[in-house]
C-alpha cells in the first residue's frame, strides 16, 4: 500500500509540473511574439525615417562644405589682392626712388590722400607739407614726367594744382623742333599747347618738355604727347592737344622737386 500511495503522488507531481510548464509556455509565447512585432516595426520605421532624412542631412553637410570652401576662397583672393597691390605699390615706390637717386633737386615723395571736390578744379590733397620741406610752388613729377605744382602748403598737408587744371600753365617747347610755347589746362584730361605759329610743322606723337624759360620748372622734364592739331580757323596760331604722359586718375604717389633757381 504504502509503494502504491508513492507512485501516486510521483504521478501527481510530475502532471502538476508538465501542466505549469505547458501553462508557461503558453503565457510566454504571445509575450516574445508581441515584442518581436514591435522591434520589427520600430526597425522599418527607423529604416524609414533614416530614407527620408539621409538625403536631407547630405544637403545640410554639402551647403555647410560649400560655405567652408567660398570663405577660404574669399581669403585666398584676399591675400592674393593684397599681395598683388604690395607688389604695385612697391614698383611705384622704386620707380620714385630712382627720382630721388637722378634728380638732385628731390625733396620728399609723398602720397594722394583727396582729389577735387568738382569737375573744373584738378587738384590734389597730398599727406606732407612745410614739416616734410614742402613749399608753395614747388613741382610734382614721377617717373613718367610733370604732375603739376604745390599750390598751398601747411604744416602736414599741401595742395597740388594738376597741369589740367584751368589755372595751371608752363612754358614748354616741342621736344623734336625746339619750337616754344605755353601748355595750359583745360579742366579735362588733356591740356592745350599755346602760341605755336601757324606756319609751324608740328604732327601728332611730337613730345612737349619744359623749357625752363618761366624761371619756375626746370627744364627738360616731359609734360605729354601731341593728340591733335587743328590749322582750320584758328588765326595766328594753331590749336594743339596735349595729353599729358601721366593719367591724374591713376596718380597715387609723387616725388616733390624744387623749382629751378
Known sequence: MPKK??????????????????????????LKFLSNTLNRFHAIANSVKDSFTSPFKRMLLREEENIRLKAE???????????????L??????????????????????????????????????????????TK??????????????????DSYSSLL?????NFSSAVRLQES??????????????QLKYIP?????KAGDIVITSGL????????PVGYVSKVDKKGTGLFQYIEVTPFEDNIKIEEVAIIKIQR
Open 178 to 191: 625746339r619750337c616754344e610755347g605755353v601748355i595750359s589746362g583745360t579742366g579735362f584730361r588733356k591740356c
Open 214 to 221: 618761366d624761371s619756375l620748372f626746370p627744364q627738360g622734364i
Open 162 to 166: 594738376l597741369i589740367t587744371d584751368i
Open 89 to 134: 605699390e612697391n614698383k611705384r615706390l622704386r620707380e620714385l626712388l630712382s627720382l630721388k637717386e637722378r634728380e638732385h633737386r628731390y625733396v620728399t615723395a609723398v602720397h594722394v590722400i583727396s582729389r577735387g571736390a568738382d569737375h573744373w578744379s584738378n587738384t590734389f590733397v597730398l599727406d606732407k607739407g612745410l614739416r616734410d620741406g614742402v
Open 5 to 30: 500511495r508513492l507512485l501516486l503522488f510521483l504521478f501527481i507531481i510530475t502532471s502538476l509540473s508538465l501542466m505549469t510548464y505547458q501553462s508557461n509556455r503558453e503565457y510566454l509565447l504571445p
Open 198 to 202: 601757324y606756319e609751324e610743322e608740328v
Open 137 to 154: 610752388d614747388m613741382i610734382a613729377i614721377t617717373h613718367k614726367g610733370l604732375i603739376g605744382k604745390i599750390s598751398g602748403v601747411s
Open 73 to 87: 576662397l574669399n581669403r585666398l583672393l584676399k591675400e592674393q589682392q593684397d599681395y598683388q597691390e604690395a607688389l
